[in-house]
């Protein structure tokens, strides 16, 4: 994956004010749900990225970089991504999500002629014990933490009922559609995006508001941000470190196996208990 942070940039530039703007207008948009709050943070952050770069006072492709961002936004911001699973909804979903990571994919490439954002499922580094050990962990949070999560706070009662083997395929494919879809847009367009322009933890702090944003209007309310907040920062940590998509990936659709298993043990009590915690 190509993969150019601008390692000469300072530290500390004007230039976070408006990434810290086009940020936070995820929350508001998706876990507020103020639109005219959202979109009027959204352009004010935009506003003062071109201002900040006409005047030097940012790095020269920061405005265009917040841009493509933006544009995802908004783009998934025109429909509610609370979990259904009627499918119509799915449809209307899916397309718009699409939408959020071929639109800044298309515009990078064909538009701005670069080749900053990439969805390359070749390359990073071999996967080792380092790979393994992390791997191991989601396995043990997935599967003590969750249940624990979802059943002491009834979260699971964001997720629509299955009780049919459609609807219960339906919520497999939902499930692992989004988890996908979360590295390719937050991870891979997001996060690369403003690693062009700011140091690590900077960026990783910048997509991790979006992420954690966007999760709380799938469903993960209550004390779900204890969970979706450090999960957000550490996919960012490894793939800063690995480089791998497909490491990621692995990752995510693995805690979301679990996510799956315990919605549908949630909606059907009478299934065989798979989990310690069941409530």
């Not at 990439?118 to 380092?130: L, V």
């Not at 550490?234 to 799956?260: E, K, M």
Request: aromatic fraction near 18%; proline fraction near 5%.
């Amino acid at each position: 994956m190509k993969y150019t942070p601008l390692e000469t940039q300072p530290t500390w530039h004007w230039g976070l004010l408006p990434a810290l703007l086009v940020s936070a207008s995820g929350f508001f948009l998706y876990a507020w749900g103020d639109f005219a709050l959202g979109y009027g943070t959204l352009a004010l952050g935009l506003g003062s990225a071109f201002l900040m770069v006409g005047r030097g006072a940012a790095p020269a492709g920061l405005a265009t970089d917040l841009s493509l961002i933006s544009l995802g936004l908004v783009i998934v911001s025109l429909t509610s991504v609370a979990a259904k699973l009627g499918w119509l909804d799915l449809l209307r979903i899916g397309g718009v999500l699409a939408a959020a990571v071929i639109a800044p994919f298309v515009v990078d490439r064909f538009v701005l002629r670069r080749r900053v954002v990439s969805f390359s499922f070749r390359g990073g580094e071999p996967w080792g014990r380092y790979h393994a050990g992390y791997i191991g962990a989601v396995l043990l949070v997935g599967y003590f933490v969750l249940p624990f999560y979802f059943f002491s706070t009834g979260t699971y009662l964001n997720w629509p009922v299955v009780d049919s083997s459609s609807l219960l395929a339906r919520l497999f494919v939902g499930v692992n559609a989004v988890g996908l879809w979360d590295e390719l847009f937050f991870i891979c367009t997001v996060f690369v995006l403003l690693r062009r322009n700011f140091v690590f933890w900077q960026a990783n702090l910048l997509q991790a508001i979006v992420f954690v944003s966007f999760l709380w209007e799938l469903g993960y309310r209550s004390w779900g941000p204890l969970l979706t907040i450090p999960f957000a920062l550490v996919q960012g940590l490894i793939f800063n470190r690995t480089r791998s998509l497909p490491y990621v990936v692995t990752v995510h659709l693995l805690f979301d196996a679990f996510v799956f298993l315990v919605i549908a043990r949630a909606h059907n009590p009478s299934w065989p208990n798979l989990f310690v915690w069941t409530g």
